[in-house]
C-alpha cells in the first residue's frame, strides 16, 4: 500500500481499515497525559530494576536512555536535549548476532556506544554477564574492556597511520598482558592468519591497503584482546559490494571459532537478514520492533518495519511486493513528535497515535512490538 496522503487518517477507519474513534480525543489535554505517561514509565523502569538480571543472556539492556544536552542554563542546568536512545531494552544470547536497522541518525552507533560505556548512558541498567555496568566508573571499565570490543564503520580513519600493521595489533596485546611479552608476536601473526592477513603485512602501514583489507586489520585489533562481545558498526558499509560479502563471511567464521556475541548495525536489511539471530528495527532512538529473525522477517507487525521491508528489491520476479513510501522526512530527534513518535509518517496512524506513545509489548515469545494498531488488531 502507498502512502502517500499528506494527513493522517481521521475518519471511521484508517487505511488500514482500523476503527478510529477521532471524538474520544476532542478535549485531550497533551501536555497532562504527557506527565501521566512519564510518571507511569519511571514507575515502570523503577519495578523492573528490582528484578534480577536474566542468566541466560550475556548481555541484558534495560530501559537504556541516553540524552545529549543541547543548550545549557548559565549556572549548567540542561534546558535541552536530544534523546538520542530513550528507553531501549533487549537481551542477546552468548554467541548470537543482534543486527540493529534503522534510518540514519536513529541512534544505532550511540545505542551500541553507550552498551560498551564509550558514551555514559543518562539511565537505564546494562547486564553484561549478570553485571550491571552501566554504573561502573572508568577504572572498573579498564578491566572488562578487554571483553567488548567496537569495529567502526570507516577503516581508513580507525587505524593509526604512523604504526605498521604489527604494532598496532601488538600494542593492545601488551597493554592487556594477553600473552607473554615473548609471545606476543607470534600471537599476533596468527591472529593475522585467522583474519586473512598475510604475514608480511606485519612491517607494513595500514595506507598501504583497500578498504577491506584495513577492515581486516580493525578487526583482527578488536578480536586481539579476545573479547566477548563486539559491537560490529556498519562495518560494510564503507565497503565495495564485492568485498562486504567477504568481511561478513570473516565476521561470521570468527564468531563461530571464538563463540563471539555481536552487535551488528546496518542500515541494511540483507545485510542484517544474512548476519543475525535477533533483529531490532530503530526509530528516533526508541526501539519499535523487536525479535527472532525469522519471526520478524516472516511475520514483520509494525508499520516501519514493514515499510523498510517493502523497500528492499525482491529477487523473484514473479513475487509482487508492493513499494511502501514513507512521506515526509525523519522529524528531529531534538523535538520528536509527541504520542508515537512514527505518527508523522505512518500509514496506519489514528488519532490516538498522536497522543499516547505506544506500550512497547511482546506479542509472541521474544516478538516486542510498540504499536497501538498492532494492539487493536493482534
Ligand atoms: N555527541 C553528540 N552530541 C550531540 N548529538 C549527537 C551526538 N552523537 C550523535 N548525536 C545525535 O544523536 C542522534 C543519533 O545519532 P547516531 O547514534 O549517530 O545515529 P545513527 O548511528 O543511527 O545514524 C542524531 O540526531 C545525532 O545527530
Ligand atoms: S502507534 Fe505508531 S506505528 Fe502504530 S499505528 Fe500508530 S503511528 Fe503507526
Ligand atoms: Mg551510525
Known amino acids: 500500500m502507498s502512502i502517500e ?13 482500523a476503527k478510529v474513534d477521532n471524538n474520544q480525543f476532542a478535549d485531550f489535554d497533551d501536555e497532562a497525559e504527557f ?7 519511571e514507575e515502570k523502569i523503577e519495578q523492573d530494576k528490582l528484578l534480577p538480571p536474566d542468566p541466560d543472556v550475556i548481555l ?27 528507553d531501549v531494552s533487549f537481551k542477546v544470547k552468548k554467541g548470537e548476532t543482534l543486527g540493529i536497522v534503522g534510518e540514519s541518525g536513529c541512534g544505532k552507533t550511540t545505542m551500541g556506544r553507550t552498551v560498551l560505556k564509550l558514551y555514559q548512558p543518562t539511565s537505564g541498567q ?8 552501566a554504573g561502573y566508573k572508568s577504572k572498573e571499565m579498564r578491566a572488562l574492556r578487554k571483553q567488548m570490543q567496537i569495529v567502526f564503520q570507516d577503516p581508513y580513519s580507525s587505524l593509526p597511520p604512523r604504526s605498521t600493521v604489527g604494532d598496532l595489533l601488538s600494542e593492545p596485546v601488551k597493554v592487556h598482558n594477553v600473552v607473554p611479552k615473548s609471545k606476543v608476536k607470534d600471537y599476533v601473526l596468527d591472529l593475522m592468519d585467522q583474519c586473512g592477513l598475510r ?14 583489507q584495513r577492515q581486516r586489520i580493525c578487526i583482527a585489533r578488536a578480536l586481539s584482546v579476545n573479547p566477548e562481545l563486539v559491537v560490529c558498526d556498519e562495518p560494510v558499509s564503507a565497503l565495495d559490494v564485492s568485498i562486504q560479502a567477504q568481511i561478513i563471511n570473516l565476521l561470521k567464521r570468527l564468531q563461530k571459532e ?64 508492493e513499494r511502501i513510501i514513507l512521506k515526509g522526512d525523519i ?48
Open 5 to 17: 496522503k499528506e494527513n493522517i487518517a481521521t475518519a471511521e477507519t484508517n487505511e488500514e481499515g
Open 35 to 41: 506527565l501521566k505517561e512519564e510518571k507511569e514509565r
Open 60 to 86: 541484558e539492556v534495560r530501559h537504556l536512555k541516553k540524552y545529549f544536552t543541547l543548550k545549557k542554563t548559565l549556572l549548567g542546568k540542561p534546558l535541552s536535549s536530544l534523546k538520542a536512545v530513550d
Open 126 to 133: 546494562v547486564f553484561f554477564k549478570g553485571k550491571d555496568i
Open 199 to 212: 604475514d608480511y603485512y606485519y612491517e607494513r602501514y595500514p595506507h598501504e591497503f583497500s578498504g577491506g
Open 258 to 321: 571464538r563463540q563471539l556475541t555481536y552487535i551488528f548495525i546496518s542500515h541494511d536489511l540483507s545485510v542484517v537478514k544474512f548476519i543475525s539471530d535477533k533483529i531490532g528495527i530503530m526509530y528516533l532512538g526508541s526501539m519499535m520492533e523487536f525479535g527472532n529473525k525469522k519471526e520478524i522477517f516472516d511475520n514483520p507487525m509494525h508499520p516501519y518495519t514493514k515499510a523498510l521491508f517493502s523497500a528492499v528489491p525482491n529477487p523473484d520476479p514473479t513475487e509482487k511486493t
Open 331 to 378: 522529524p528531529s530527534p531534538a523535538n520528536p513528535p509527541k504520542g508515537c513518535k512514527f505518527h508523522t509518517r505512518c500509514n496506519c496512524a489514528m488519532e490516538i497515535c498522536k497522543h499516547i506513545a505506544p506500550e512497547y509489548k511482546e506479542y509472541e515469545e521474544g516478538h516486542f512490538v510498540a504499536c497501538h494498531y498492532c494492539e487493536q488488531n493482534h
